[in-house]
């Protein structure tokens, strides 16, 4: 097997064909649940592989009139960088992971465009900001511009952390630079592999499907656009409307749970079924009305199903493990909150890591034996116990399975190769003409791509040159600030990076999952600077954030190529969105933690507000870089979670093995990076919605798609899109309006449904 997007594609015919079937719905030993027989009545094929689903859904067809390089493109994507970059920043101290959806992006910038384009007259100056009608290249310019600037910097997050906890207020200027540089080194590694991970069809990119959806409904003619564009209205107007309740005025729709209500003060069930607040429990059959939760992190319309099937059986197991980790009291378990990213002491009390430093900020051995060796609860410690498992078993799982796809990855590395790379490499980057020179009438080429080869490429040397020159503003920064990360530290951390990259990057282009490989970072930092926990900050910073960054620029890249957006048009974007969403993110950071410093600071937060991310960034640095030996080494207390990156390199052998001798046990269809990883997964946030996510899930990615395949090609990521996109236009309405985005909060008077004096759901408040 291999990472695939959707089922197996051998009993499928090719995407041009039409299927007639007079078969039944019984689902023998061999074929695939993903892949059920259609319905007799039907006229199309169920979607059936990457190419398959890249061509039904997307419009392959390009015009090359249309123009992006307009100055409306420029204006409507510099507005909306600076909106998004401080969404972006609010959402990042919100107590829900909630990422700036790129539907909200689009549809806002359509809005805008269709204004300017209907409203301002076409002759003098004015004709600049309206050269003509709104054309799909310059929306796509201008989601990527914001998409690219709505993004909380993670060095904002080390910024946050030495204002919260160290009381160090940074320099400006260099906290500016250490944004730009941060930002822009994934962008360089990225940027070099796009032939490895971006223009195969196999690297699908799941999440981008609907915003693309979207765009073909936007801007092609005839009745079917026009029936999806009604559909998407519709849609976009009900949810933006349902919002205000979940969201303000009748927040027990975040997490509906009838044995909360059942019993209000049984601390057992708080920990287990509740979770409409940050922290409070696993949400087990809570009921979740709430999108912005639902699909806070990823679509569940989106992503395939063989990738939710797994992913269902990582909650499944989660929720069992966490509880038989806690009531057995394992690692002290019941002295420590059920769900928690601090440190603590013994006694269950919060642990004040400033008494354990000196004046240099690295872990003094003595003041350490006065306050004692800290303790993490330990649903933290499964989280990052599963991570490395997950983490480890990706590497394992691709080689075994996908160890072609990658294979140009390292085929490079022979002396001849080398050899004529650098005989053809241009180095007058700056006069590179772009143009590649590839057989177009090659049938193996994705058929995207295909229509891209008429425009200039943004060649390697361009990503090589925006590397070397963050590389050497990341090395002045460091020494600079002084973030004790030596220059040997940071090279390290751009290799680490690097592998990460190749391999990470492919698990999300292909599954629409993306791992958060942050806790082995922290890991190898602190074994390499013991004692350092403001280094180890640095190295993630460098290890990690280079990474999701890569993975943001190859995602919006792919949404040019599915676009037809020129690459250059789409370089420019980036470049400029990432440095001006990383001044932005700066302001918005300090206005944040000025107003609600306290809040940020304590262990449940709020609704509104919550510092579980800096909390946990925090946490890490200390617990890694000051005290890897004392917590993590063998023979310690938590020696088993350096130990489950070792035994994730084996984990997905004995499934590869089964498959290749029983084929029909379908071992194939597990994937077990994801479920491993997800074991760990409901540690932090609000997890109510849960339940609602897989049904959604199972209803879109099997039901739909495999009895309603026409249905489901014309609707599914439409609905998905508009939903999305409702959801954000609302929720950053109430968040400056109501939620204290812009100082203080206005929360909805206190009603039965609206349980402002504790957990939403009415579960017991805990300690």
């Not at 309740?245 to 729709?253: A, C, D, T």
């Not at 954030?545 to 995602?555: D, E």
């Not at 107003?595 to 890694?624: D, F």
């Not at 990156?645 to 001798?661: A, D």
């Amino acid at each position: 097997m291999s990472l695939t997007a959707a089922g197996d594609i051998r009993e499928h015919p090719v995407p041009s064909e039409k299927v007639f079937s007079t078969s039944d719905k019984s689902i023998d030993g061999t074929s695939d649940i993903e892949t059920a027989i259609v319905d007799a009545d039907s006229e199309e094929s169920v979607l059936s592989d990457e190419r398959d689903i890249a061509t039904r859904i997307i419009s392959v067809d390009d015009d090359p009139s249309l123009n992006p390089w307009t100055f409306r493109a420029f204006f409507i994507g510099l507005g909306l960088s600076t909106f998004g970059g401080v969404l972006a920043e609010i959402y990042y101290f919100k107590p829900q992971t909630v990422l700036v959806s790129l539907m909200f992006l689009a549809v806002m910038s359509y809005v805008l465009g269709i204004f300017m384009e209907t409203f301002i007259p076409r002759r003098g100056f004015l004709r600049y900001l309206n050269p003509g009608p709104f054309n799909k290249k310059e929306n796509a310019f201008i989601v990527i511009m914001a998409s690219a600037s709505a993004t909380s910097a993670l060095g904002t997050e080390v910024l946050a952390v030495q204002r919260l906890y160290y009381n160090i207020t940074p320099n400006a200027g260099a906290s500016v630079f250490l944004l730009f540089s941060s930002q822009l080194l994934g962008y360089g590694i990225g940027g070099m592999m796009r032939g490895i991970l971006l223009y195969p069809s196999k690297m699908l990119y799941p999440g981008v499907l609907p915003l693309l959806s979207m765009f073909d409904a936007l801007y092609e003619g005839g009745m079917a656009a026009r029936k999806k564009l009604r559909v998407f209205y519709m849609v976009f107007a009900a949810i933006f409307i349902w919002e205000l309740f979940p969201e303000w005025m009748f927040p027990l729709l975040t997490g509906f749970s009838i044995i909360c209500l059942a019993a209000p003060n049984n601390a057992a069930v708080s920990r287990v079924f509740g979770g409409s607040n940050g922290n409070e429990g696993l949400g087990l059959l809570s009921i979740c009305f709430d999108w912005q939760y639902i699909s806070g992190g990823m679509n569940p319309m989106t992503i395939p199903l063989k990738e939710q099937f797994s992913n269902f059986l990582g909650y499944l197991l989660c929720m069992v493990v966490f509880v038989a980790v806690y009531y057995n009291n394992i690692w002290k378990a019941q002295n420590f909150p059920f769900l928690s990213q601090l440190l603590f002491y013994e006694n269950g009390t919060q642990y004040n890591q400033t008494l354990i430093l000196n004046s240099n900020y690295e872990v003094d051995p003595t003041l350490l034996a006065e306050q004692g060796i800290p303790y993490y609860s330990s649903t933290w410690i499964v989280y990052l116990l599963t991570s490395n498992l997950g983490l480890a078993a990706t590497f394992t799982h691709l080689l075994l399975w996908n160890r072609d796809d990658l294979r140009s990855a390292w085929s490079w590395m022979t002396p001849s190769s080398i050899k004529q790379m650098w005989a053809n490499f241009d180095w007058k980057f700056w006069k590179a003409d772009g143009m590649r020179k590839q057989e177009v009438d090659d049938e193996n080429i994705d058929p995207h791509y295909k229509q891209m080869l008429k425009y200039p490429d943004a060649p390697n040397s361009w990503y090589l040159v925006v590397f070397i020159v963050a590389f050497i503003i990341s090395l002045v920064v460091i020494y600079k600030t002084n973030s004790t990360l030596p220059w040997w530290g940071f090279i390290i951390s751009l290799l680490l990076a690097t592998i990460s990259i190749l391999f990470f990057g492919a698990l999300a282009a292909i599954t629409g999952l993306s791992f958060i490989i942050q806790p082995f970072v922290q890991m190898i930092g602190g074994y390499l600077h013991t004692g350092k926990p403001v280094a180890n900050m640095y190295f993630v910073l460098y290890g990690y954030n280079t990474v999701s960054q890569a993975q943001l620029l190859l995602r919006d890249l792919k949404i040019a190529q599915y676009a037809k957006l020129p690459p250059r048009a789409a370089f420019t974007a980036q470049i400029i969105g990432t440095l001006l969403g990383a001044v932005l993110n700066f302001i918005m950071m300090n206005s944040i933690i000025d107003n609600q410093r306290e809040i940020l600071l304590s262990v449940q937060g709020t609704n509104i507000w919550s510092g579980q991310q800096p909390q946990q960034y925090n946490s890490q640095a200390i617990a890694w870089g000051g005290l890897s030996h004392e917590l993590f080494s063998a023979g310690q207390r938590y020696q088993w979670v350096p130990w489950a990156y070792l035994v994730g390199l084996f984990v997905p052998v004995p499934f590869w093995v089964v498959h290749k001798f029983w084929p029909r046990l379908r071992a194939d269809y597990l994937y077990t990076p994801i479920i491993a990883y997800f074991i760990g997964w409901l540690c932090v946030g609000i997890n109510s919605s849960i339940l609602s996510y897989f049904a959604i899930a199972f209803l879109s990615q099997w039901w739909l798609r495999t009895r309603y395949p026409s249905w489901f090609a014309k609707y599914n990521y439409i609905i998905g899109a508009a939903l999305d996109g409702g959801t954000q236009v609302m929720v950053f309405i109430l968040s400056f309006a109501v939620q204290g985005a812009g100082g203080t909060s206005h929360l909805f008077p206190a009603w039965w449904g609206a349980n402002q004096g504790g957990n939403y759901d009415h579960c017991a408040m805990l300690n």
